[in-house]
């Protein structure tokens, strides 16, 4: 059966250091990987996409990278803040217009 | 605030109450979507219209409606729903849900409480 792991519920760093989150899935063909960030209460906001035949797309403190053979992305956030404490979410798209999310992992970035 | 608004934001029904949920967005997207979350969970797809159309029903039950006047509004018409329907339901909209690399635009939600 299909599957998307986030490999953990919570992840807790100080500031200033680099949060990697990742994202594992089987029995997917996706076109897509989609990063989202949900703050209690609220819509998630989408982050960044990186397609299937890309390995690595960056945003000002954000790197996803994309392993098709390994099944695997990872998220990082850089210079972490106290701000970019949240839920992330990975989700796949595939080419029929479906997108599904991973459980998320709450990320607590500490002063 | 998101460029999809979601009304409304809170909504208490009984289980023999007959209620909307709305949505809109003037992105100029064609693809909307209604997604259903439970708490500590994951956004789980319902529906997905495009261009108007019903294209992806995910076996949800009949006691939800989905309905999309035009390319702007999509509205979740519920009936005899049961406690468990208890949850945050989202709305979001794209470009075209086939082949597209858009990405999802959700709203804030609506919290639904089932008694």
């Known amino acids: 059966s299909q599957k998307i792991e986030q490999n953990s519920e919570a992840l807790n760093i100080q500031e200033g250091k680099t949060a990697t989150l990742t994202c594992n899935y089987t029995?997917?063909?996706?076109?897509?990987l989609q990063w989202y960030r949900q703050d209690p209460g609220r819509g998630p906001v989408f982050l960044l996409l990186?397609?299937?035949?890309?390995k690595e797309k960056r945003k000002e403190r954000l790197k996803v990278t994309f392993d098709t053979t390994l099944k695997q992305s990872l998220f990082h956030i850089t210079a972490s803040q106290p701000a970019d404490s949240a839920t992330y979410l990975c989700?796949?798209?595939?080419?029929?217009?479906?997108?599904?999310f991973g459980d998320g992992t709450t990320l607590t970035v500490k002063p | 605030d998101t460029e999809v608004t979601q009304t409304p934001k809170h909504l208490v029904m009984g289980m023999t109450n007959k209620k909307s949920l709305k949505c809109e967005q003037h992105?100029?997207?064609?693809?909307m979507y209604w997604y259903k979350q439970k708490a500590k969970k994951p956004p789980e797809l319902m529906f997905v219209?495009?261009?108007?159309?019903?294209?992806i029903n995910e076996s949800v039950p009949s006691r939800f409606s989905p309905e999309c006047p035009n390319s702007s509004l999509l509205n979740l018409h519920l009936h005899a729903l049961q406690p468990e329907d208890s949850a945050l339901y989202l709305c979001?909209?794209?470009?075209?849900?086939?082949?597209?690399?858009?990405?999802?635009?959700f709203g804030n939600g609506t919290r639904l409480t089932v008694t």
């Open positions: 979001a909209s794209s470009q075209p849900a086939r082949g597209g690399n858009s990405p999802l635009h």
């Open positions: 029995n997917y063909s996706p076109a897509y």
């Open positions: 990186i397609r299937e035949n890309e």
């Open positions: 989700a796949l798209r595939t080419n029929a217009g479906k997108s599904t």
């Open positions: 992105m100029g997207h064609r693809a």
């Open positions: 219209y495009s261009y108007e159309k019903l294209s």
